[in-house]
């Protein structure tokens, strides 16, 4: 099992950029870890995950080149930089692990992530 604990939401102005942190009880290696976000009135979706042992990266689209996904094992911390950010970006930011054998082969899938932070809110203005 895994504890997450997010941080490092807030508001922001179109076109700035905000960190988010995720700490977590261990960081498994081999395993998938991910950023997930939820609008009101819209399901949650993946935004970006990784693989932990190999630190391959995966990004939906609509953030693809403006967020990055990464991990520090030293602080067992994976972070989501957010940049040139938007107001469609505005939402709450879930950290979340898949612990399952083979997560790789639905690291982009909500659905397969059993272990969740409380969220952070992101909102950005225009």
């Known amino acids: 099992q895994v504890q997450l604990v997010e941080s490092g939401g807030g508001s922001v102005q179109a076109g700035g950029s905000l960190r988010l942190s995720c700490v977590a009880s261990?960081?498994?290696?081999?395993?998938?870890m991910g950023w997930f976000r939820q609008a009101p009135g819209k399901e949650r979706e993946a935004v970006a995950t990784?693989?932990?042992?190999?630190?391959?990266?995966y990004y939906a689209d609509s953030v693809k080149g403006r967020f990055t996904i990464s991990q520090d094992n030293a602080k067992n911390t994976v972070y989501l930089q957010l940049a040139s950010v938007i107001p469609e970006d505005t939402a709450i930011y879930y950290c979340a692990a898949n612990l399952r054998p083979y997560c790789w082969a639905t690291v982009m899938d909500v659905a397969m992530y059993d272990y969740w932070g409380q969220g952070t809110q992101v909102t950005v203005s225009s």
């Open positions: 990784m693989t932990t042992g190999d630190n391959i990266t």
């Open positions: 261990r960081i498994y290696k081999n395993k998938c």
